[in-house]
C-alpha cells in the first residue's frame, strides 16, 4: 500500500466524527494567523508614526491595539490545545481498538507466527507517534503556507532587492532541511524496528521469567538483550545528531538573514531610503515568511517519521482476514438440537498433511472421547471445529449446516474449549470464571465451584470470589487452575464442550469424584473429550483413535 493511501485511510480516521470541532479548531487558527500578521503593521506606525511625531493619543491606541491582539490570539492557542488534545485521544483509543479488534479475528497461522513484542511495539511505541499526526500538523501546514504567503505580499511591496537575499537564503535552508528529512525518515524506520525486536525478548523474558530463573538462562537472555539495546542506542544517537545538525545548519542560514536585513537594511536608513519603523516591519514579515516556512519543513520530517508508524499500523490492519466471519450467517441457537459431523475432512497447517479424510459423528447428549498418540492431530481437529484455520477437503456441520455458513461470533459463543495451559487473568476468580459477565448469578457459580471441588479452596482465600489470582493466575496449583477452568466452561453453559487434555492435572480420584459431580450438567451437551488417560474416557459413548499416516 502506498504511503499516501495509508495517510489518506490515516486521515480518514482523525476526522471521522471530529468534524465540527475540526472545523472549529481550524478557524480559530486562521484567526490567530491573521491577528499576528497586523503585528508588523501596528509596530511599522508605533515607530514611523506615533514616535517619530510626537502623537502621544496614537502611541496610547496603538499600543492597547497591540496588547488586545497579543492576548486575543494567547487566549484562542489555550482553546486550540484543549481541542487538539481531545481529537489526538478520540484517535488513539479509536486506532487501538480498530487495532485490538482486528488483531482477534486473524487466523491461527497468525497466532501461530504472531512476535509479540512487535505488535506491543506497534501498538505502544508507533500509536504514540502518530498521536501527534493528524488535524494539527495538516491545519498547521495550510495556515503556514497562507501566512507565508501573505507575508511574501508585504514583502514584495516593501524592498525587493532585500527580499531577494531573503529568498536565496531561504532557497538554502528548504535544501538543506528537505536532504536531512530523507535521512530522518530512513534511519527512523531502522529504528522502529529494532525497537520491536528488543521488545520481543523483553517481552518474552518477563512473561515467563519464573521459568527462565528455573532453566538458568539469564544470562543468555542479557546477552541477547545486551546485543539489541546496544544496537539501538548507537542508532539512536546517529538520529539525534542528525537532527540536531539539522536544526543548527538552519539556525545558522537563519541569523545569516538576520544580519543582511540590518547591515543592508542599515545602509539604506542611513542613505535616508528606508525608515526604521519599515526595516522592523520588514524584518518582522521576514520572520512571518522564514518562521511558516522553516515549520512547513519540520512538519514533513515529522509527517515522515509518522508515516513510519501509520505504515506499520496499517500493516496490521491490513492484514487479511482469512477466516470468513460471515456476519449475515446463520445463527447457532443456544438450544441447538443435532449432531457434529467430520465429513471427509483433509487439512495441512503446512505442506505436510495434518488430517486426512477424516470422518466423525459428535452427537448431543454424548460424550465422544479422541485418542492417539502424540501429534496425531487431536487438538487440530479441536481448532477445525472452533475454526481457527479452516479445513482444505471435505466438511464441517452441525445441525447439517456447514460451520462456514454459521456467523462465526454465534458459533464459537457456543463451543467451549477446556484446556491444559487456560488462560488466566489477573483479576479476580469471580471474573475469571464468569468472565466478566455480570449475569451470571453468584449462587449459580458457587454452585458448580462446589461440583468441581474448589468451592472450599476460593472460600477459605482472604477475599473469596474477589481475590486476585496474580498474572497467568500463578497463586493457583495446575490443577486448581484446571477446576476453574472446568468451572468456566460449565458456567458459561455453552452447548459444545471440549475437554483438551483438562483433567491432566488432577488425581484419579479427584478427578473421576469431578466426573461424576458435573455428570448431570453434561448431559444435553455435546461433549468432547481429548486424554491420554484411560480414565478419562473410559465412560465415554463412543471413541475415535486417530491414526496418523506415515
Ligand atoms: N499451529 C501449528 N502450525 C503448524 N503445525 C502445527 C501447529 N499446531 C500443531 N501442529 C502440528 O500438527 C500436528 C498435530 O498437532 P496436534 O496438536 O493436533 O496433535 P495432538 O494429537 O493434539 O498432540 P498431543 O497429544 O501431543 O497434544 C503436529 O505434528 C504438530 O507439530
Not at 468472565?435 to 451470571?440: E, M, V, Y
Not at 487434555?501 to 488432577?506: C, F, P, R
Given at each position: 500500500m502506498s504511503n499516501s493511501k495509508n495517510i489518506k485511510r490515516f486521515l480518514k480516521v482523525v476526522f471521522e466524527k471530529n468534524k465540527v470541532i475540526a472545523s472549529i479548531a481550524f478557524i480559530i487558527m486562521l484567526i490567530t494567523s491573521v491577528l499576528d500578521l497586523f503585528i508588523p503593521q501596528i509596530t511599522r506606525l508605533i515607530l514611523d508614526d506615533a514616535i517619530n511625531n510626537s502623537k502621544t493619543n496614537l502611541l496610547i491606541k496603538l499600543v492597547l491595539l497591540y496588547t488586545a491582539i497579543r492576548i486575543s490570539s494567547s487566549l484562542l492557542s489555550v482553546i486550540l490545545e484543549y481541542i487538539y488534545s481531545k481529537m489526538k485521544k478520540r484517535v488513539y483509543i479509536k486506532l487501538k481498538i480498530k487495532l485490538l479488534k482486528h488483531l482477534s479475528k486473524l487466523s491461527g497461522d497468525y497466532y501461530t507466527n504472531i512476535k509479540t513484542g512487535n505488535i506491543l511495539s506497534i501498538i505502544e511505541n508507533d500509536m504514540f507517534i502518530v498521536e501527534n499526526f493528524g488535524a494539527e500538523i495538516l491545519f498547521s501546514l495550510i495556515i503556514n503556507a497562507i501566512t507565508a504567503f501573505i507575508a511574501l505580499f508585504f514583502l514584495l511591496k516593501m524592498e525587493f532587492d532585500l527580499l531577494l537575499i531573503v529568498i536565496i537564503l531561504q532557497l538554502l535552508i528548504t535544501l538543506s532541511q528537505s536532504k536531512f528529512t530523507k535521512i530522518i525518515s530512513s534511519k527512523t524506520e531502522e529504528i522502529r524496528k529494532s525497537d520491536g525486536n528488543l521488545s520481543n525478548i523483553i517481552q518474552e523474558f518477563v512473561s515467563n521469567i519464573m521459568n527462565i530463573v528455573i532453566s538458568k538462562s539469564s544470562f543468555n537472555f542479557f546477552k541477547r538483550y545486551i546485543k539489541q539495546e546496544k544496537s539501538l542506542v548507537s542508532k539512536c544517537i546517529k538520529l539525534d545528531m542528525i537532527i540536531s545538525s539539522n536544526i543548527s545548519i538552519a539556525r545558522i542560514l537563519n541569523s545569516l538573514i538576520t544580519i543582511c536585513i540590518y547591515g543592508y537594511g542599515g545602509l539604506k536608513i542611513i542613505k535616508g531610503k528606508m525608515s526604521i519603523g519599515e526595516l522592523i516591519a520588514f524584518q518582522q514579515y521576514t520572520e512571518m515568511l522564514i518562521g511558516p516556512c522553516i515549520s512547513i519543513i519540520r512538519s514533513n520530517t515529522r509527517i515522515q517519521q509518522s508515516l513510519v508508524s501509520i505504515n506499520r499500523i496499517f500493516s496490521v490492519l491490513d492484514e487479511p482476514i482469512i477466516i470468513n466471519q460471515n456476519n449475515k450467517g446463520h445463527r447457532l441457537s443456544d438450544t441447538f438440537n443435532g449432531d457434529i459431523v467430520f465429513d471427509k475432512v483433509a487439512f495441512s497447517y503446512d505442506k505436510d498433511k495434518t488430517l486426512d479424510n477424516i470422518n466423525m459423528i459428535f452427537e448431543k447428549g454424548k460424550m465422544t472421547a479422541l485418542v492417539g498418540t502424540?501429534?496425531?492431530?487431536k487438538s487440530t481437529i479441536v481448532n477445525l471445529l472452533f475454526r481457527l484455520w479452516d479445513i482444505n477437503k471435505g466438511k464441517i456441520m452441525i445441525d447439517n449446516i456447514?460451520?462456514?455458513?454459521?456467523?462465526l461470533k454465534s458459533l464459537r459463543k457456543n463451543i467451549s474449549i477446556v484446556t491444559q495451559d487456560l488462560l488466566l487473568f489477573d483479576d479476580s476468580i469471580l471474573n475469571n470464571l464468569t468472565?466478566?459477565?455480570?449475569?451470571?448469578r453468584k449462587q449459580y457459580v458457587e454452585n458448580i465451584c462446589n461440583r468441581v471441588e474448589i468451592y472450599k479452596f476460593i472460600s477459605e482465600l482472604p477475599n473469596g470470589f474477589d481475590t486476585i489470582i496474580g498474572e497467568k493466575g500463578v497463586k493457583l496449583s495446575g490443577g486448581q487452575k484446571q477446576r476453574v477452568a472446568i468451572a468456566r466452561a460449565l458456567i458459561s453453559n455453552s452447548s459444545i464442550i471440549i475437554f483438551d487434555?483438562?483433567?491432566?492435572?488432577?488425581d484419579n480420584i479427584s478427578q473421576k469424584r469431578i466426573l461424576e459431580n458435573i455428570n448431570d450438567l453434561l448431559k444435553n451437551k455435546t461433549i468432547i473429550v481429548i486424554a491420554h488417560r484411560l480414565s478419562t474416557i473410559k465412560n465415554a459413548d463412543k471413541i475415535y483413535v486417530i491414526d496418523k499416516e506415515k
Open positions: 502424540s501429534g496425531c492431530g456447514d460451520i462456514k455458513d454459521y456467523n468472565l466478566g459477565n455480570k449475569n451470571i487434555e483438562a483433567t491432566s492435572a488432577l
